[in-house]
């Protein structure tokens, strides 16, 4: 079958930007606040439920994940070896667990998107470290999201981070862009070759994500017809920021700030929830865009 033409990348105006952001920090607000619920015997459910109401108290904001693609949820809740595409249930957290929570907002017709792995109570070594360095290959991939790059640059930067520790990089799922719609061209891959791909402008918003696994990169589907766990069963954690292609350096439209060109922050954004390390929270994607 002849690959059909891919529509264009659609540019923002800063307005437009403004308008996403304020989405975006609908969300962080809303990890901030999930922090101290995800706790041992909370079910995924009850924290969607959470979510579900948080988002809807914000001024015409509404959980862009609901209904579309018929997904049932509000969040997706991803537990342990699960990546991506969790649907809430009654199933309860247990200490240990690590959960990726992956919430859109759409508001005034715009939307944003992101994604942060949670501990429940104490984490083992393993869990605590995947974290960590899923968190990392975001801040990395969050800085090659500038004018002048390519978007090869941000799979590259996830390469770079993630290929001295071990880690698997999952590859058949991939960030993309987002704006009026919660996945738009281009995808945004977590595996790239620095000066390849779509060149990078001003005014582009991309949804970056790493999801990262302790084994195999490979997945399966689970029988749901949602949730995607690695194949091999070992922990997944996922993270994911709205950025923006501005003159400044990227803009984290999530909850982060504006990176110069060194790599500095220079404007904006309280740290998001808690810190990186063992009893920590750490940041949240998808050839499926997450
Ligand atoms: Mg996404
Ligand atoms: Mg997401």
Known sequence: MAESRRPPVRLKSPDEIRAIAQCGEIIAALFAELEPRVRPGVSTAALDRFVDDFVRSHNGAVPAFKGLYDFPGSACTSVNEEVVHGIPSARALREGDIVSIDVGVKRRGW???S?????VGEVGRDAARLMAVTYEAL???VKAVRAGGHVGDIGASVVSAVRPTGHAIIRDLVGHGIGRAIHEEPQVSNIGRAGF???LREGMVLAVEPMLAVGTDRIRTLDDGWTVATLDGSLSAHFEHTVAV?????AILTGGGIWDSAGEK???????????GARATVPHSSALPS
Do not use: K, N, S
């Open 111 to 113: 939307c944003a998107d």
């Open 115 to 119: 994604a942060y792995t949670f501990p």
């Open 139 to 141: 801040d990395a991939a």
């Open 197 to 199: 791909g779509l060149p």
């Open 246 to 250: 501005t003159q400044e350096g990227p």
């Open 266 to 276: 220079v404007a904006g954004g309280a740290p998001r929830v808690g810190t990186v």
